[in-house]
């Protein structure tokens, strides 16, 4: 005897929703204050590819969900990466991968956290309509008569 048939979709719950599952503007709609660059001791300047981490996080989608307590470790992040263009280490290397991940700067963090850009769905979208589209256009093609029928002949 079959079982009972399955609910309609809309009326499931699920029981382990993911508490961090976001879905991220392509360009952040709000975005907190950038914090300015530290100025370092002894008259150093920041290594340029330092400052170029620090602009693209903070203008990055993940930046909609960063909150003011986050801005100390992304500083030690910054400093750490700065530290890394510098002197090549790969302690820091390792200590920046791992910072990395925490705040979902890499594709498997955002996975892992359930954050998906915008931009993906738009084009997952498009990717539908394009799909259909190529469908109507070949069920427009005239029908072509079978070689086979030479053969019931």
């Known amino acids: 005897m079959p079982g009972p048939p399955p609910k309609n979709p809309s009326l499931r719950q699920r029981r382990n929703k993911s508490s961090s599952r976001a879905l991220l503007p392509s360009k ?3 975005q907190l204050r950038k914090p300015q660059l530290p100025k370092l001791e002894k008259d150093e300047k920041w290594h340029p590819y330092a400052v ?3 602009e693209t996080i903070w203008a990055s989608p993940m930046s909609s969900e960063f909150v003011h307590g986050d801005e100390p470790a992304l500083l ?3 400093f750490l990466t700065d530290r890394y263009w510098k002197n090549g280490s790969l302690e820091v290397a390792k200590e920046i991968r791992m910072m990395e991940q925490q705040f979902g700067l890499t594709p498997l ?3 892992r956290l359930e954050w998906t850009v915008a931009q993906a769905e738009d084009a997952k979208d498009r990717h539908e309509q394009n799909r259909s589209k190529h469908a109507k256009n070949i069920i427009d093609i005239e ?4 070689p086979r029928g030479v053969l019931d002949e």
Request: overall charge positive; hydrophobic content about 30%.
């Open 28 to 30: 952040p709609k709000r």
């Open 143 to 146: 029908p072509v008569e079978d």
């Open 109 to 111: 963090s955002r996975r």
């Open 76 to 78: 030690r992040l910054l």
């Open 52 to 54: 170029k981490f620090w």
